[in-house]
């Protein structure tokens, strides 16, 4: 069985490193908000090209106190609307609800998988306060065009970079466009951990600040509180153990675009339709999403040759329980893209005889 994703094999890769940060951290005595925090901070925030960098428990989390922070600053108030691509993961739609402001959900573009530009505009009302773009299965969004609008109506963008660290357009990495975004290393992201961790990156000083506080209690100085805060911080050792696989990312991220270019290249059946690359360094390849008709069939047909698939996302978030309010709205693209999609295998851990195999099964469909 090809495996969609092979997580240990991914971090036994690392193992010497990872057992030495965990030690480093053992001995140290010391495991919350400490040296090890600061410093994968510091190189995460260089890495994306931001002045900031926070750690956070989890990528939700991340996103919650961006706008929870925009709030206390006085920029978002409750019942201000945020734009955001309709076909994301839930995450985005919930950080939104979370604090109490409104989703609004745009189509995104049937190629790219990304919010469609030449559609916010017409979501923007007199309560939008923000675009927050999903640089959806590791494909940065048009972010010139995202933020020129932005700027024309004097709105803030949020980025939901969970899939994509490490993707650029022209030099310029994904986290470092907006005014604030949110990351991710659940175990399975291209930079994942080994549990739960997020990060947030900003350039505004203000707002670096005031995370620091909603995340830790709503507390800057030990026992004074100036915010209702949370308790949402990176832990020592997950920060140590992220500090040793970002020095791999750069490689790792390298090997799935070999292995999306085999793709790209050489799978060829009309019968299904490949992901649109608008440029090599805007891919950090996440997932590599295909489209088909009959997935169903597809899916089993590939399960009873060995390889193992996943559907992102099988439902859209406005067709959820969990979002009654929006579940009388209509989103045909979207739809579209949750009744068709399928992700294949990717990782820096697949052998070329694997690839083969899936593209010679695939071209035989
Ligand atoms: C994974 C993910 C999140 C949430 O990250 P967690 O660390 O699982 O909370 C948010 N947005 C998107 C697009 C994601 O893929």
Redesign the pocket.
Known sequence: MIKFLDLQKINKQHKEDLKQAFERVLDSGWYILGSELKKFETEFAAYCGTKYAIGVA????A?ILIIRAYKELGYFKDGDEIIVPAN??I??VLAISANNLVPVLVEPDLETYNLNPDLIEKYITPRTVAILP?H?YGQLCDMERIMEIAKKHKLKVIE?C??AHGATINGKRAGSFGDAS?F???PG?NLGALG???AITTNDELLDDTLRALSNYGSHVKYENKFKGVNSRLDELQAALLGVKLQKLDEETAVKRQVASRYLNEINNAKITLPLLTSDSAHVWHLFVIRTHNREELQNYLSENGIQTLIHYPTPPHKQAAYKELNHLSFPISEKIHDEVLSLPISSVMSSEEVDTIITVINKY
């Open positions: 989890n990528g939700l989390d996103l994301t993961y995450a985005s999903v959806l939901d969970a899939q949110g991710s290393f659940y992201k739960d961790g997020g």
